[in-house]
């Protein structure tokens, strides 16, 4: 019986290593397919090329002051027209010329000049979307684009009479003269009315002391059309010769070298321009007809807007004052003669257009 038991298990055993043996072998016959990785590229991603715009500038306030201009007076206008252009979001550009080609090539709004012309008209023409503004340049006609601010006296008799006023008033014995150009009636406009104004402070004007000239002062000098260094060279002889001290320039010599030169050589000066940096104690006044930056300034918002066709005209005014020559006293005494010639009291007698006497 116990042979019997161990037969039996002895066969389960086997039974159960063959089973085993059976399954290991029926699964080893699965065949597994091989599986080839797929091999995945990435595709680059195309960004668009963004091509960049180019901001666009600003519109160009351009001042054209050519080298014979008032140096001062640019100066000024420069600073002014500067700031007034980086308020409004624009460029400002200075330039001594000005061309067709700029039109082209650049986006303008408006364009300031002083004299001499550069052909205003030509361009305002030309460029009918842009504002001209002339400063002092004469025989210019206002127009839709062009607006004229002007720095000429329009009524020489009346600035010569001022000045014949301001000479006489701080000078010794009135040893006044005046030089003004032969042949034009706006010299000869000026010449009487400083006549006349140095003979209303000072009635015959007969010095105290020696020299003593037949015709008493003031003492004229009348300078050719096209005068030279040595024009000039010869009124300062005659000048000294009867001891002047002061002498006015009409406002049709608009030469500076001509008020420099007389300065330099010991007169004192009365002009229609602003003194040199270093002859301010050699001028004793200049007579103006009101502030151009401020006339420029007032219109600016027109400009701007495209607003033109101003003829802006201002009385004459003392644009500079010598205070060693002018104490507050004397300025005062003028300064209440002005306001009476302005205002019509004081009638200088002289037509201003020809420069004759009144009748």
């Given at each position: 019986?116990?042979?019997?038991l ?19 072998s029926?699964n080893s ?17 195309i960004?668009?090329?963004i ?6 500038q ?16 640019a100066?000024?206008l ?5 700031e007034?252009?980086t308020?409004?979001g ?22 300031f ?13 030309a ?8 400063i ?63 003979s ?5 004007c ?5 020299p ?6 003031p003492?004229?000098?009348e ?7 040595l ?5 300062i002889v ?21 008020s ?20 301010q ?5 200049s007579?103006?007809?009101?502030d151009?930056l401020q ?12 607003k ?14 010598n ?18 010639l ?11 257009v020809?420069?004759?006497w009144?009748?």
């Amino acid at each position: 019986m116990r042979y019997h038991l161990q037969f039996r298990f002895f066969l389960g055993i086997l039974s159960v290593l063959a089973g085993g043996f059976i399954f290991v072998s029926c699964n080893s016959s699965i065949n597994t397919p091989d599986v080839t990785p797929t091999e995945i590229i990435a595709s680059p991603t195309i960004t668009p090329t963004i091509t960049p715009t180019q901001t666009p500038q600003p519109p160009l306030v351009v001042l054209i002051a050519p080298p014979s201009s008032d140096p001062v007076l640019a100066d000024n206008l420069q600073s002014l027209l500067s700031e007034l252009a980086t308020q409004a979001g624009l460029q400002f550009n200075l330039t001594q010329t000005f061309t067709a080609t700029d039109f082209s090539t650049n986006d303008i709004r408006i364009v300031f000049s002083l004299p001499p012309d550069p052909g205003i008209a030509e361009m305002a023409a030309a460029a009918p979307n842009i504002q001209f503004v002339a400063i002092g340049i004469p025989g210019l006609q206002a127009s839709s684009n062009i607006s004229l601010i002007s720095t000429s006296v329009s009524r020489p008799d009346q600035a010569g009479f001022l000045a014949g006023i301001i000479a006489a008033t701080p000078t010794d014995d009135f040893r006044v003269g005046v030089i003004y150009p032969s042949e034009t009636a706006l010299g000869k406009a000026a010449r009487r009315g400083f006549s006349k104004g140095v003979s209303f402070y000072c009635g015959l004007c007969q010095p105290v002391n020696p020299p003593y000239p037949l015709s008493n002062y003031p003492l004229f000098y009348e300078l050719p059309a096209a005068a030279v260094q040595l024009d000039w060279d010869a009124a300062i002889v005659y000048f000294n010769e009867w001891q002047v001290k002061t002498i006015y320039i009409t406002p049709d010599l608009t030469d500076i070298g001509l008020s420099e030169y007389l300065a330099k050589a010991g007169f004192q000066i009365i002009s229609h321009r602003t003194p040199a940096n270093g002859l301010q104690d050699k001028w004793t006044a200049s007579i103006g007809t009101g502030d151009a930056l401020q006339m420029v300034q007032s219109h600016w918002e027109d400009f701007l807007s495209g607003k033109g066709g101003f003829t802006i005209e201002a009385p004459i005014e003392i644009s500079f004052a010598n205070e060693r020559q002018l104490s507050p006293g004397k300025r005062h005494f003028i300064d209440g003669i002005l306001s009476d010639l302005s205002d019509g009291y004081i009638d200088t007698g002289v037509d201003p257009v020809t420069g004759e006497w009144k009748p």
